[in-house]
């Protein structure tokens, strides 16, 4: 199994080499080395950008050409992106606060299920899938 291990290494070593050093098109490599597209970009490696995430310290790396050449690197890590020269951080929507109901703010809304919709609305979306599957049903069968 360790030659299967190496092989694999060495042919994403390979795929590596060629998307980031030569000037190659995607196809060209994905041609070149007998994959397809994805299982080309499967292979990639981010490459280090040689600097640290000013947010964390860990290393930036460009996640593709694209971004190698406008210079603009990210932080697995901490998500932190820069904008090239500048440095900023990338700006993000805002996360949202989830707040719990008390007794004050109650409403007698209907319970929420996990997918954020309500009982009803599941209980409805429900009832639709199955009456669509049993017409369906209905015409096969009455076609025949």
């Known amino acids: ?79 932190y992106d820069e904008a090239s020269g500048s440095g900023s951080k990338a700006r993000t929507p805002a996360k949202r606060v989830v707040r719990r109901a008390t007794a004050a703010t109650k409403t007698h809304a209907e319970p929420v299920v996990a997918g954020g919709r309500s009982w009803m609305s599941s209980r409805v979306l429900w009832g639709s899938v199955l009456l669509g599957v049993a017409a369906g049903l209905y015409m096969t069968r009455r076609s025949r």
């Open 1 to 79: 199994m360790a030659s299967k291990e190496s092989d694999d290494q060495k042919l994403a070593d390979q795929a590596n080499e060629l998307y980031w050093r030569s000037g190659q098109s995607v196809n060209q490599i994905a041609e070149g080395m007998d994959l397809s597209k994805s299982g080309l970009y499967a292979l990639i490696s981010p490459l280090p950008a040689e600097r640290a995430c000013p947010e964390c310290g860990e290393v930036l790396v460009f996640l593709n050409r694209t971004t190698e050449h406008k210079a603009v690197a990210a932080c697995p890590e901490c998500e």
